[in-house]
């Protein structure tokens, strides 16, 4: 598996900068081969995480 430092970067850019993000990684994986498409996928898995430690963080 690749780097994921790269991916981590791209999607953090696309959901804060992007009106469509959902539309936009979308996009991005389509245009990804299939290594790059797992690593897209193992990056936003790790994104989510990420997310939802930020949020349980803030509302507790």
Do not use: R
């Amino acid at each position: 598996m690749e780097n994921l430092t790269p991916y981590l970067n791209k999607i953090e850019t696309i959901l804060s900068n992007h009106q469509h993000p959902e539309l936009d990684l979308f996009q991005l994986y389509n245009s990804c081969n299939k290594e790059q498409q797992l690593s897209l996928v193992a990056s936003m898995i790790g994104k989510l995480i990420e997310q939802n430690k930020k949020l349980k963080h803030n509302i507790i």
